[in-house]
């Protein structure tokens, strides 16, 4: 029997709010049947339309608001084009806070069955906006000039933008001059459609310590018109440019970065300083964009690894080895692990430059490399993973519960993958003693976390 669903597309209904999904969607409930709208908060009664209606859920858009929220901010029409990537900017800060928190409780408890664990108050930024030291915005054309921004939800339309309230001035000042620079020499945006044109994305990094900047112009074939006079005009306009990169990416596909790299100017790098340790960063390696909370995330990753210098750590998804330069200082040695070749070699000279020798770096799989080095008779007494969104294989869990380090530092960046992965190690023999959520992402729906977990 076909069963009737609750809505169908296009009927209006009034509904209240009582819940915010993980990309901060507002969520209703009609005996049970969740109806997803963006733009919804808790607490609210809504007039909305159905746009969509499935078996198990709908999605909505927001008609008319008829109850507010009291964390309800209203931004204009016109400045929402500066809002580009923030999904919860409808929210006062505090509000925003107060969301993360809830999701990170109430993840831990439904998906890791940890209900009595602590989850310390999180930790949040005293300026919330322009703290984003990385931008990355696809280009196209409007009225025959290059623009840039970031796509409408769910489509590849481009909502042109010239500020973004998240990126730092300087950041937003480069995509500025990017494009300026560009129009003069009239440079095409690439066309997905037809596969045709030039310039796909900008990419711009600012190191925050050191004031260096990096510009990557990313195109579709390695050859753009008046290449050096467009880089004599960036280096003209940004005085604090430090290296210009070419990326080419020929491929029909919406990766950003293709695998060609070239430098244009200067440096091939830039450098910049967490606490007292200085990275460099080049294009294609991961280094994290809230620098000042990057500081309050180590700094908690390194309380919880608590060392005393007889231990020996590993740092399993490495990256450029910023949490295992940090822990080195304070370790007896620190092994950590990275499967992007880059950034293995950027870990190395970041030991280098910073005169650290008791940190060694390896290409590869966390999960493929750990067994063998334990089988090397390589064994943490820490060990620190910082996975991405995805989560640790399981493998990798496996490895550890084998290994027993006396304590594990898990930082991560998706609850559920989280509260997932601490589930598989309290069944393995740990114990999660505390989490510590920390906004790195604030106007939008991302939260970082870091568990200590302890050997029983
Ligand atoms: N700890 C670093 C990087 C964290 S991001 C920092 O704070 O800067 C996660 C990293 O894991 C990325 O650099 C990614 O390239 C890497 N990675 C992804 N899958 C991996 C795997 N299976 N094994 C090892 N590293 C992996």
């Known amino acids: 029997m076909k069963q009737e669903m609750p809505v169908k597309v296009n009927d209006y209904i009034d509904i209240e709010f009582v819940d915010l999904t993980h990309q901060g969607q507002g969520v209703a409930k009609l005996d049970g049947y969740p109806i997803f709208v963006p733009n919804g908060l808790p607490g609210e009664k809504a007039r909305i339309k159905v746009v969509k209606a499935k078996k198990n859920y709908a999605h909505g858009e927001l008609i008319e608001l008829k109850e507010r929220s009291p964390y309800r901010v209203d931004i204009s029409k016109e400045e929402e084009h500066k809002y580009g990537g923030c999904q919860i900017h409808h929210m006062t800060y505090e509000g925003q806070l107060k969301f993360k928190q809830n999701h990170v409780e109430q993840v831990l408890a439904r998906i890791g069955g940890l209900e009595n664990v602590t989850v310390h108050p999180i930790i949040g930024m005293d300026n919330p906006w322009h703290y984003r030291n990385k931008a990355q915005e696809p280009v196209g054309e409007k009225d025959g000039k290059l623009i840039s921004g970031f796509f409408k939800p769910r489509s590849h339309e481009i909502i042109p933008t010239d500020e973004s309230v998240i990126h730092m001035e300087e950041v937003n000042e480069a995509i500025q001059v990017v494009k300026e620079v560009c129009n003069e020499f009239n440079i095409s945006a690439y066309d997905e459609n037809h596969h045709t044109g030039m310039l796909r994305n900008i990419m711009v990094r600012y190191g925050k310590q050191t004031g260096e900047l990096m510009v990557v112009l990313i195109t579709r074939t390695e050859k753009l018109p008046n290449k050096e006079k467009i880089v004599n005009q960036l280096v003209a306009r940004l005085p604090k440019v430090k290296s210009i990169i070419q990326n080419i990416n020929s491929e029909r596909t919406n990766v950003i970065l293709g695998k060609k790299t070239k430098l244009l100017w200067g ?7 967490i606490g007292n340790v200085m990275f460099r960063i080049s294009p294609l390696s991961f280094y994290q964009v809230n620098p000042v909370q990057t500081k309050v995330l180590y ?17 399993a998804y490495c990256g450029i080895g910023t949490i295992s330069l940090f822990l080195a200082q304070k370790a007896k040695k620190v092994y950590g692990v990275e499967v992007v070749p880059a950034a293995i070699e950027d870990a190395k000279l970041n030991a280098q430059i910073n005169d650290i020798t008791n940190a060694e770096f390896e290409v590869g799989e966390a999960e493929t490399v750990i067994p063998i080095w334990a089988e090397k008779g390589i064994h943490a007494d820490v060990l620190v993973v910082d996975p991405p ?3 640790c294989d399981e493998s990798l869990l496996k490895t550890i519960i084998k290994m027993k380090p006396k304590k594990v530092v898990y930082v991560s960046c998706n609850p559920s993958t989280l509260a997932r992965d601490l589930r598989i190690l309290e069944d393995g023999g740990y114990k999660t003693i505390e989490v510590q959520p920390v906004d790195m992402f604030p106007q939008t729906a991302h939260v970082e976390s870091c568990a200590l977990l302890i050997k029983k």
């Open 389 to 391: 969104r995805k989560g």
């Open 267 to 273: 440096e091939d790098v830039i450098y910049d300083k």
């Open 299 to 315: 700094d908690k990753a390194l309380e919880y690894a608590d060392l005393s210098g007889e231990e020996t750590v590993i740092d």
